[in-house]
């Protein structure tokens, strides 16, 4: 066999493992990407639900006169909104819409809280399983939005990563 023939064998060899390689790795960044997105979206559904249990709670509470009822309800009006505004189509609008779910959420904590406080109201078992499940579906939905993020980011990096290693790939195999 010539010379020539073995450094290209050698060379094809490499490149197949190589390609081989990176084909799978694009496949396992594609499946995750695709993951992430459903995730977040069950998240959402749990905290809507949350958020509903808990509306109809703060509605149902003894001790709160129906005008401060009423202001609660057009926080809870304005997280439904901000929920049913999420898409995960580009980074940027994910990140403002996030940031507006949260102030949103922060704000009807607050509200709430005040509120409740401002009435004097110890709220019944009810009305706290049903604070306490927002909460922890709020925390939930947030660190699901935060792994989202952070896949996004480290795709774009292996993404870049890839890229270089491609472009670096002939002077690698010589």
């Known amino acids: 066999m010539s010379k020539v023939r073995e450094i ?3 060379f094809d060899k490499k ?13 396992q960044l594609q499946n995750a990407t695709e993951q992430a997105p459903a995730r977040l979206e069950i998240c959402r559904k749990i905290l809507n639900e949350a958020l509903e249990k808990f509306k109809s709670e703060v509605a149902k509470a003894k001790g709160i006169s129906e005008e401060r009822k009423k202001e609660m309800e057009e926080y809870f009006d304005d997280v439904e909104v901000q929920l049913a505004l999420v898409k995960a189509e ?11 779910i949260k102030y949103s959420i922060a ?3 607050d509200t709430v809280n005040r509120r409740l406080d401002a009435a004097g109201h110890a709220a019944d078992k009810s009305l706290q399983d049903a604070s306490d499940k927002f909460i922890a579906a709020a ?3 947030e660190a699901e939005a935060d792994a989202l993020e952070a896949q996004v980011f480290m795709n774009k990096a ?3 990563r890839l890229e270089r290693n491609n472009s670096d790939l002939p002077g690698q195999i010589n």
Request: glycine content about 2%.
């Open 158 to 160: 292996e993404a870049a």
């Open 90 to 100: 580009d980074i940027d609008a994910f990140k403002v819409q996030r940031k507006m």
């Open 15 to 27: 490149l197949d493992h190589w390609e081989a390689g990176s084909t799978e790795f694009e496949m």
């Open 8 to 10: 290209r064998e050698s």
């Open 139 to 141: 925390i939930e939905y």
């Open 107 to 109: 704000t009807l904590e």
